[in-house]
Nanobody, 129 residues
Framework: QVQLVESGGGLVQAGGSLRLSCAAS????????MGWFRQAPGKEREFVAA????????YYADSVKGRNAISRDNAKNTVSLQMNSLKPEDTAVYYC??????????????????????WGQGTQVTVSS
């Protein structure tokens, strides 16, 4: 069975940093672009970032652009999200996601990621003011 397991969430003060990780198993990891989503209380799930199969291309939502960095390690089947300069509005459950992509160079966009193959269980990020 496919599993995406997030870790690294927690409580941090505004302006601080967190690094989220996602460990994938049960799938051919290199065949999938990987992404991060988040869902704040009372809000819809929101696209955050994506990275291509090769790791060579990334795409970020405007809300996190310049503050977040997504990366992947295809040898370890992991994807990470480095979150800097955190704001209270970043508070949410963060989800790891996998999406099959034909092109190893395509990270995708919000529209591309309307369809997702696999989801993780989520990890809570809380940013205090």
């Amino acid at each position: 069975q496919v599993q995406l397991v997030e870790s690294g969430g927690g409580l941090v003060q505004a302006g601080g940093s967190l690094r989220l990780s996602c460990a994938a198993s049960g799938l051919f990891f290199r065949a999938y672009a990987m992404g991060w989503f988040r869902q704040a209380p009372g809000k819809e799930r929101e696209f955050v970032a994506a990275i291509s199969r090769s790791g060579g291309n990334t795409y970020y939502a405007d809300s996190v652009k310049g503050r977040n960095a997504i990366s992947r390690d295809n040898a370890k089947n992991t994807v990470s999200l480095q979150m800097n300069s955190l704001k209270p509005e970043d508070t949410a459950v963060y989800y790891c996601a996998a999406k099959f992509m034909i092109s190893p160079l395509e990270a995708g966009t919000e529209d591309t990621w309307d369809e997702v193959n696999y989801w993780g269980q989520g990890t809570q990020v809380t940013v205090s003011s």
